[in-house]
């Protein structure tokens, strides 16, 4: 048998009010395995994502993190965040406190971690996503590449056994997302379990063990990412990778 | 018609400069002109009242020398009084504001409705019952004095102004600062702590200056269940000696210095604080 899964949601179903965003979701990510999640606007790829971390509660059905269940308005749903990094499409770094400090705020005030022990993790992290000169700079200093690159390296901080990405690419002018890119392909060659939302295809063949397409709140279809990209089963896949491609 | 284009765009043309300072000379010189004729039309009123100034008994109202010793004087004790008063129930009024704001915005129903019943009841009455409600009716039931009385019916009016203020700056700032803080696994205390709070100061801090300058001003109506600030002072000073005129002229002075101080002084944490970012 295989080591129990990280994360594994069944039966999820969530509403806004009496509009259902996902219905009936059941996915299960594996220690190590990368997942990328793709579908058209608005079929809840950031919803699903969302509530794994408790940033959405969910109304019906099952998520468990690193064995533990995620209830809406839990109590010491710190603990489960803890395990569960995310990166925003937005970056939505704190732009009052520096680098440096956006970095060392989780660890101290989540982990209990001393103040020399957290600089000397966040600059680690710093140097692995290549930033570590502009640690002293505060976030609008930065570019959008190199904020992303921030706001990778802030959630990585945290140590968490997942990593959880909303789009990190698409808020990016062309010439930054190879950067986030490649940082985020070395995280996977380091064994990191990740769940991304993307639309990105190279990084999805490079990188993912499995594409789940999801369409009005549901996943569709789930399949290796060559088999995905070059012979969808689905038409509402097929249509959805037409879009994409004349772009 | 089209003008000719300055010569110089970094500079404006000759002349300029000295024409803008030219106006503000003028709007200046207004200023002196129209406090001058409200001087003089003042003094003329005073003096057709015969009024007779006494100028040099005012001294012992701040404050008396008795062997080489400093007694403060009724105005001085006053003042003291009133920034006692007034610091108290500011402190408690944002304390009232921020946790007010907090379940407004919060998904508990319960704490929606009492919010919102309490700045209905706030707005909607005269402060002066407010005062009385709290000082003949709270106060001997959770057994507090006149003076814990009067800041408490301070706080509680003032912090429906602050509980609005703090609102619009908590929901100044972006949901994704929220969603960060959660997602760095911050708890609630930590989140508005170091991301929530720091950051809409800029936007709190003015219109707070504002509620403090209020609840300075607001203190005067404590004098009516003879509290001992500052207006209360004024009060008894006219009464033993006459000098109406004298006495509150210099107790609005005494309130002016205090309240132009203040805002001198937020302004100067304003400058701190906007400095080095960015
Ligand atoms: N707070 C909310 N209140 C009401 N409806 C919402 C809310 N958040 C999302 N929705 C709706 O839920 C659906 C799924 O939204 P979601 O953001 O998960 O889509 P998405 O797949 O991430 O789309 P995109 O690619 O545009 O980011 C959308 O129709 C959206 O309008
Ligand atoms: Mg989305």
Redesign the pocket.
Known sequence: MTPSPLVEISGLC?W??D?S??YDISLTVAEGEKVVIC??????????I?CINQL?GHQQGSIRVAGQEVRPGMKGIEAIRREVGMVF?SFNLFPHMTILDNLTIGPIRNRGMGRAAARALAMEYLNKVRISEQADKYPPQLSGGQQQRVAIARALCMQPRVMLF??PT?ALDPEMIAGVLEVMETLARDGMTMIV?T?EMGFARRVADRVVF?DE?EIVETAPPEAFFSAPRTNRAKLFLGQLLAH | MTKALAVHRDRPPVGFNAWRSAGVAWQITQALLVFAVLGWLVWRGIDAMEYRWQWYRVEPFFYREIDGEIIWGPLVRGLILTIQIAALAGALAIVIGFLTALARLSGSFAGRVLAKVYLEAIRNTPLLVQLFLVYFVLAPIIGIDRFWAGVLCLALYEGSFAAEIIRGGLRGIDRGQYEAADAVGLSTWDKYRYIIVPQSMPLVLPPLTGLLISTIKHSAIVSVIALAELTTQGLNLVSNTFMAFEVWFIVAGIYLVLTVSLSFAVTLFEHYLNKPKR
């Not at chain 1, 058209?40 to 950031?46: A, C, F, V």
């Open positions: 969530k806004y009010d509009f965003a996902l579908g058209p606007s608005g079929s809840g790829k950031s919803t699903l969302r959405e499409q909303d789009e698409s939302v639309h999801m709140g």
